[in-house]
């Protein structure tokens, strides 16, 4: 999961069967931060048909998005007559990581920041419907707690 670093590059195979093929790099923040490490990870991804048509409709730099896929390495021979190793992700299945409003609200430079308040004791009210935040998803209103199996 990461945001992209550019807009993706489209191409289309020509032919009978053309196809749309899709890339991008995402920037992936490390998980575990050593000092003088590098604090992201830049893999890139590579797509193809439909997925390559979603991302070239729908994905643009800086949306976060997850996906799932395989590691491919190669190989190829540059014009200077290097050989250059190469390794992709590809890319089968990609999808949003983060609503349209957080989106929007952090590319055009607010802060986005999740709803909710703790409670500093006594009896909680009565718990009302979750209402949207303002990152489009639903806030836990106090008191749930107790009706969460899981909590």
């Known amino acids: 999961m990461g945001r992209l670093c550019r807009d993706p590059e489209i191409r289309h195979t020509e032919g009978e069967s053309g196809t749309t093929i899709a890339r991008y790099t995402l920037a992936v923040d490390r998980r575990y931060k050593r000092e003088g490490d590098q604090t992201a990870d830049f893999p890139q991804c590579v797509v193809f048909g439909k997925g390559a ?5 729908y994905l643009h730099q800086g949306t976060k998005i ?3 896929g395989r590691l491919q390495s190669g ?3 540059n014009r200077d007559g290097q050989k250059v190793y190469t390794t992709d992700v590809v890319v089968e299945e990609q999808e949003f ?3 349209k409003a957080a989106n929007e609200n952090r590319s055009s430079g607010g802060s986005s920041q999740a709803g909710g308040q703790v409670s500093s004791g006594g009896s909680a009210p009565a718990p009302s419907a979750p209402t949207p935040g303002p990152d489009g998803f639903m806030n836990i209103p106090d008191g749930i707690d107790e009706e969460l199996p899981f909590a």
């Not at 048509?53 to 409709?57: M, N, P, Q, T, V």
Request: glycine share 0%; no cysteine; aromatic share 14%.
């Open 53 to 57: 048509e979603f991302a070239e409709k």
């Open 97 to 99: 990581a983060e609503s």
């Open 75 to 77: 190989s190829y021979t």
């Open 66 to 68: 997850a996906v799932v």
